[in-house]
């Protein structure tokens, strides 16, 4: 039987099992220290994109907004941060029609920050992570603009070939836990 928790953010049970233990620290974290309200977290915001030319549903594990205005994209994660950076920063781009200022990979204890549009590393560790106060300012002069046309079939394929595959990780690893 699997065993189950409160989420911080939602008060709902889940199932803890696979990256929930790193999404609970993490969530705190936003919350207790960063001083965002637990209405500025979203957990498991739905994303769609086309593979195939047919919609493939799936999860972001968190955005965080700050005055309605997304910041940061989040895929908690009990592996490898490097591992899962670019399905959240092709996620970052595709959530919306203008891209999200920042992704984070994190397994609640450390972080990988990228800058969204360039691509590029922001910054390291959980001090990398913007506060409140920062995120306003950053929200406030981001002008989110649109991920190239050109570019977005790219993109969704990347982010589903990474997703899918966390995904059946994920179904193993739940699968093994209820035998």
């Known amino acids: 039987m699997t065993q189950t928790i409160i989420d911080y953010i939602t008060g709902k049970e889940i199932p803890d099992q696979g990256p929930e233990g790193s999404r609970q620290l993490f969530e705190k974290f936003l919350v207790q220290e960063r001083g965002y309200t637990k209405t500025d977290v979203k957990v498991d915001h739905p994303i769609t994109v086309t593979f195939q030319g047919a919609p493939y549903h799936s999860l972001v ?10 910041l940061m994209a989040v895929r ?10 670019r399905e959240i920063l092709a996620a970052a781009r595709l959530l919306y029609p203008g891209q999200i200022p920042f992704s984070v990979s994190t397994d609640g204890k450390d ?20 506060n409140k106060e920062e995120g306003l300012k950053r929200v406030e002069n981001f002008s989110y603009p649109p991920f190239p046309e050109n570019r977005k079939d790219r993109e969704m394929i990347i982010f589903r070939s990474y997703d899918i595959e966390r995904r059946h990780n994920d179904c193993t690893n739940t699968h093994h836990d209820t035998q």
Do not use: H, Y
């Open 61 to 70: 594990d968190i955005v965080v907004f700050c005055q309605g205005k997304p």
């Open 76 to 85: 908690c994660v009990a592996g490898s941060l490097a591992s899962f950076e």
């Open 111 to 130: 972080a990988l920050v990228r800058d969204v549009v360039s691509g590029k590393l922001w910054g390291t560790g959980l001090d990398a992570v913007f």
